[in-house]
């Protein structure tokens, strides 16, 4: 009797854990705005230069994908991962041909800046990507009526992860906007389109938003082997200022808006702690390798040249991604994506928040272990 008691009980933990899957599907969607760290293809269709794409070999290197997909990644990037979690489909490019929306779509390009002038032409700028969405949510409501799409919008999570762009090229590649602007100055000017561009989606009837803060930019293997240090593997502090500055003035303007935007709920992460100690502590987190790119060449890989598509056509690949912090100059392996991917859906509370990813896709409604256990012993009494 008691066996088939327990295994009744099983049969409705599992079905409970199927529904609250199925609302998640059905319920959900999910808008990405970015550039390279979570464009899954863009940039496949835009006129770009070699450094904003990554539609050839060795990129996509893990076999997840037939082919290499565009992503700048040896695998998945951290949206794959997220939506996975959401029980959602991969969600599409906004320019592959034929793209099903219903899920939402991804605006990210390789290269973009959350300002215009950032790769001016050579990228889809943030305010180009809003201009997208706009045209979404037209063809949303043209299929799902006015009602149904509104709902939609409502309900999905915003995840938004640029602003490298802006300070890596668009200030320290731009000598010009050196002279024009101290770095404060240039942080608030990013800030200001940043939140400019929340309070417009907001304003379309965006409410749930993830962020994906800035890494220690200035140790990014690119910028470790420009460093005159580099041999003792120094970081380029500037750069690694600037991120910071940037990260804190983020996390300001997302307190102000939530305290003055109704119903606005965020999930922010400290990208930059939480990587820095990956790079420092590799071993802690399954890595070997903490400082180096797994593809490149040059001192730690840092001369961009993975694919041999640039101005310099050799490279060398490691063999074995799932040892590395960073796969090419620039960007993370797939490992470390899946692993932020798991930090931002459920926790630590100490580096997400206020909300985590989960409860944003959950409406705020948390399933704990001790809620099933409450379940069950209800429905021992009902037995």
Same mark, same amino acid.
């Given at each position: 009797?008691? #066996?088939?008691?327990?295994? =009744?009980?099983?049969?409705?933990?599992?079905?409970?854990?199927?529904? /609250?899957?199925a609302e998640i599907?059905?319920?959900?969607?999910?808008?990405?705005?970015?550039?390279?760290?979570? &464009?899954?293809?863009?940039?496949?269709?835009?006129?770009?230069?070699?450094?904003?794409?990554?539609?050839?070999?060795?990129?996509?290197?893990?076999?997840?994908? $037939?082919?290499?997909?565009? +992503?700048?990644?040896?695998? +998945?990037? /951290?949206?794959?991962?997220?939506?996975?979690?959401?029980?959602?489909?991969?969600?599409?490019?906004?320019?592959?041909?034929?793209?099903?929306?219903?899920?939402?779509?991804?605006?990210?390009?390789?290269?973009?800046?959350?300002?215009?002038?950032?790769?001016?032409g050579l990228a889809?700028?943030?305010?180009?990507? =809003?201009?997208?969405?706009?045209?979404?949510?037209?063809?949303?409501?043209?299929?799902?009526?006015?009602?149904?799409?509104?709902?939609?919008?409502?309900?999905?999570?915003?995840?938004?992860?640029?602003?490298?762009?802006?300070?890596?090229?668009?200030?320290?590649?731009?000598? $010009?906007?050196?002279?024009?602007? !101290?770095?404060?100055?240039?942080?608030?000017?990013?800030?200001?389109?940043?939140?400019?561009?929340? !309070?417009?989606?907001?304003?379309?009837?965006? @409410?749930?938003?993830?962020?994906?803060?800035?890494?220690?930019?200035?140790?990014?293997?690119?910028? @470790?082997?420009?460093?005159?240090?580099?041999?003792?593997g120094g970081c380029?502090?500037?750069?690694?200022?600037?991120?910071?500055?940037?990260?804190?003035?983020?996390?300001?303007?997302?307190?102000?808006?939530?305290?003055?935007?109704?119903?606005?709920?965020?999930?922010?992460?400290?990208?930059?702690?939480?990587?820095? &100690? @990956?790079?420092?502590?590799?071993? #802690?987190?399954?890595?070997?390798?903490?400082?180096?790119?797994?593809?490149?060449?040059?001192?730690?890989?840092?001369?961009?040249?993975?694919?041999?598509?640039? $101005?310099?056509?050799?490279?060398?690949?490691?063999?074995?991604?799932?040892?590395?912090?960073?796969?090419?100059?620039?960007?993370?392996?797939?490992? /470390?994506?899946?692993?932020?991917?798991?930090?931002?859906?459920?926790?630590?509370?100490?580096?997400?928040?206020?909300?985590?990813?989960?409860?944003?896709?959950?409406?705020?409604?948390?399933?704990?272990?001790?809620?099933?256990?409450?379940?069950?012993?209800?429905?021992?009494?009902?037995?």
């Amino acid at each position: 009797m008691m #066996k088939y008691f327990l295994l =009744l009980i099983t049969c409705l933990i599992v079905f409970k854990f199927a529904l /609250i899957s199925a609302e998640i599907s059905y319920m959900s969607a999910f808008f990405i705005f970015g550039d390279s760290s979570v &464009d899954p293809g863009n940039n496949n269709h835009i006129k770009t230069i070699p450094e904003n794409q990554a539609n050839y070999k060795p990129y996509g290197h893990n076999s997840f994908f $037939k082919d290499p997909t565009g +992503r700048f990644s040896n695998g +998945r990037i /951290i949206v794959d991962f997220l939506a996975e979690f959401a029980s959602l489909p991969l969600i599409p490019p906004y320019l592959e041909p034929s793209a099903d929306y219903s899920h939402g779509v991804n605006f990210a390009s390789g290269g973009a800046g959350i300002l215009s002038t950032t790769n001016q032409g050579l990228a889809i700028d943030l305010e180009t990507q =809003l201009n997208y969405f706009k045209q979404v949510q037209k063809l949303l409501k043209d299929k799902l009526g006015t009602t149904n799409a509104e709902q939609l919008i409502s309900n999905a999570v915003y995840f938004i992860s640029m602003g490298s762009n802006d300070y890596l090229g668009g200030y320290f590649g731009n000598p $010009k906007m050196q002279e024009l602007h !101290q770095p404060e100055e240039y942080v608030g000017m990013v800030m200001g389109n940043l939140t400019k561009a929340i !309070q417009e989606l907001y304003e379309k009837g965006a @409410r749930k938003f993830g962020f994906l803060s800035l890494s220690p930019l200035g140790c990014l293997p690119v910028l @470790r082997a420009m460093n005159p240090k580099a041999d003792e593997g120094g970081c380029f502090e500037q750069a690694n200022a600037l991120a910071m500055a940037h990260n804190n003035a983020l996390e300001t303007v997302l307190k102000n808006l939530e305290n003055l935007l109704k119903d606005f709920k965020y999930c922010n992460s400290d990208f930059y702690i939480w990587i820095q &100690d @990956r790079m420092n502590n590799p071993a #802690k987190y399954g890595f070997k390798e903490g400082m180096s790119a797994c593809c490149g060449t040059g001192p730690y890989g840092g001369v961009f040249t993975c694919g041999g598509t640039k $101005k310099l056509t050799t490279y060398e690949l490691c063999e074995n991604a799932n040892e590395y912090v960073w796969w090419d100059s620039f960007h993370p392996t797939e490992k /470390i994506h899946e692993q932020f991917a798991k930090a931002l859906w459920d926790g630590p509370s100490a580096s997400i928040g206020p909300y985590k990813l989960q409860d944003l896709f959950l409406n705020k409604e948390k399933l704990t272990i001790a809620d099933i256990v409450d379940n069950n012993q209800e429905n021992q009494q009902i037995f």
